[in-house]
Nanobody
Framework: VQLQASGGGLVQAGGSLRLSCASSVRTFNGCVAGWFRQAPGMEREFVAGIALNSGWTHYADSVKGRFTVSRNSARDEVYLQMNSLKPEDTAVYYC????????????????????WGQGTQVTVSS
C-alpha cells in the first residue's frame, strides 16, 4: 500500500485548507487512517485519526473543534479539513495507515502505523 497526501499550501491565519490522502489500492489496507504533523525541530505528533469501518474519530486537543477527519464511501481516500488555521499549525502533514484499531490511546501512537505517505507542507502566515 502506498499513500499520497496532497492539498497543502500557504494560507493566512484564520483560513482553511483541505488535505487529501489517497491509497494506491482500492481501499485503505487497514483499520485506521491517521494524520500526523511535524514542525521543524519537533517530533512528529498525532493530529487526527479515523477508524475506517466505524467512522469513529480521534483528535489532538490542539486541533479539536477546528479540524475534521473524514473518509469517502469507497474508503480509498481520507481527508483532513482544517479551519481557523493558526501559525502554530505550520508543519509537514503526513497521512498513515494502521492495520489495527485498538481504541483512542493506540490510535495516537506513531508506532501503530505501518505505512506513511510522503507529507505535504502546510504554512500558516500571521
Amino acid at each position: 500500500v502506498q499513500l499520497q497526501a496532497s492539498g497543502g499550501g500557504l494560507v493566512q491565519a484564520g483560513g482553511s485548507l483541505r488535505l487529501s490522502c489517497a491509497s494506491s489500492v482500492r481501499t485503505f489496507n487497514g483499520c485506521v487512517a491517521g494524520w500526523f504533523r511535524q514542525a521543524p525541530g519537533m517530533e512528529r505528533e498525532f493530529v487526527a485519526g479515523i477508524a475506517l469501518n466505524s467512522g469513529w474519530t480521534h483528535y489532538a486537543d490542539s486541533v479539536k473543534g477546528r479540524f475534521t477527519v473524514s473518509r469517502n464511501s469507497a474508503r480509498d481516500e481520507v481527508y483532513l479539513q482544517m479551519n481557523s488555521l493558526k501559525p502554530e499549525d505550520t508543519a509537514v502533514y503526513y497521512c498513515a495507515n494502521s492495520p489495527y484499531y485498538r481504541g483512542d490511546a493506540y490510535t495516537r501512537r506513531r508506532d501503530e502505523y505501518d505505512t506513511w505517505g510522503q507529507g505535504t507542507q502546510v504554512t500558516v502566515s500571521s
